[in-house]
């Protein structure tokens, strides 16, 4: 008879919070959904940053917390592609490119197409994120991030619907806005994540200095006086630093020229 203790059975179970934190990012993203097929775009694009703060808070309390787990990183994936990936397509889809279809019957499917272009590029994005997690340099991002790509397609409907501007008079805009914004995604173009990586090696309970508490308090303010106008600067100038720091890198690495060589 074999008196050997048997390991204990795998729980079965997942952990709440964190899950329960995703599961409001989700719905949030769903709820712009809704929205924006009610006509109520400034409430949708205001749901689709609160879940990218839901999607920014997921995570850190999984670790924290120490109940990270497989489950728990498949199912942020499946959230932030309705979060960012569905919503912001639709959003736009209502707001501006649906009406490319009084320009023609080609024009028309242009709008929709370009939805669904940067609801497969969100989807394409995420899934090579999941398949470079623990390869990459963490202190990059290798295209825009989902988040930072749906912050830029709703802060320009929000902003532009705040100034009074219909989607219809900015459609051509919006066909631009959405496909650039689905094609960094999916770019070779570095982003930086804001985290610490190789070159970091401190400990992440190390002081910062006062001045970036002063930052973080000046935005804050800003954000309340004009949230609109001041995400739209932000996650534009931060889509606009990919394709920025390419440029300089090319400059930085173009061999000097020789003065004898000239003619």
């Not at 994005?125 to 340099?137: E, I, K, S």
């Not at 991030?145 to 409907?157: I, N």
């Not at 600067?233 to 690495?253: D, F, Q, T």
Request: glycine fraction near 8%; proline fraction near 6%; include cysteine.
């Amino acid at each position: 008879m074999d008196d050997a203790p048997r390991p204990a059975p795998r729980s079965r179970g997942i952990y709440l919070l964190p899950n329960l934190l995703t599961t409001g990012g989700m719905f949030s993203g769903f709820y712009a959904i809704v929205a924006a097929a009610s006509g109520h775009f400034e409430i949708a694009c205001i749901a689709v940053f609160v879940a990218a703060l839901f999607d920014g808070v997921d995570g850190r309390i999984a670790r924290l917390t120490g109940t990270s787990s497989e489950f728990g990183v498949q199912y942020d994936s499946l959230a932030d592609l309705v979060s960012f990936g569905m919503a912001p397509a639709l959003v736009m889809y209502h707001w501006a490119l649906s009406t490319l279809k009084l320009d023609g019957v080609a024009l028309g499917k242009a709008g929709w197409s370009a939805a669904f272009l940067y609801a497969a590029c969100a989807a394409l994005r995420l899934a090579r994120f999941n398949t470079q997690v623990g390869v990459v340099d963490k202190r990059w991002f290798i295209g825009l991030a989902s988040p930072a790509a749906a912050a830029v397609v709703v802060s320009f409907v929000w902003t532009m619907d705040h100034l009074g501007y219909s989607g219809e008079q900015l459609r051509y805009g919006a066909l631009a806005v959405t496909v650039c914004a689905g094609l960094l995604m999916v770019s070779r173009l570095r982003y930086t994540s804001f985290k610490g990586g190789r070159s970091n090696p401190s400990p992440p309970s190390e002081r910062v200095p006062f001045v970036l508490l002063l930052v973080v308090v000046l935005i804050i303010v800003a954000v309340s006086i004009y949230p609109s106008l001041v995400l739209l600067a932000g996650s534009w100038l931060y889509a606009l630093s990919g394709p920025l720091l390419w440029v300089w890198n090319k400059l930085r690495r173009r061999p000097p020229v020789n003065p004898a060589a000239l003619p």
